[in-house]
């Protein structure tokens, strides 16, 4: 059985391949932050790209936010 799962690009926790980060990462994540990025609609792919810009920037999970 082949692992399926790959690093998260904030700590050393795993991730699904359809996922941006772990599951604890995102649950570090504001609430509305956690809101904007679960909608799915024309700007879905605008605010992903957001929040990769963020993580690659270093910006603390607690603060980030993403425009709707």
Do not use: S
Request: hydrophobic fraction near 30%; include cysteine.
């Amino acid at each position: 059985m082949r692992d399926t799962h790959l690093d998260c690009p904030v700590c050393d926790g795993r991730r699904d391949p359809k996922q941006q980060i772990c599951n604890r990462c995102w649950r570090a994540l504001p609430a509305t932050t956690r809101g904007r990025l679960a909608l799915n609609d024309c700007r879905t792919h605008a605010r992903r790209a957001h929040l990769r810009r963020e993580l690659k920037a270093g910006t603390p999970l607690g603060i980030i936010r993403v425009p709707r």
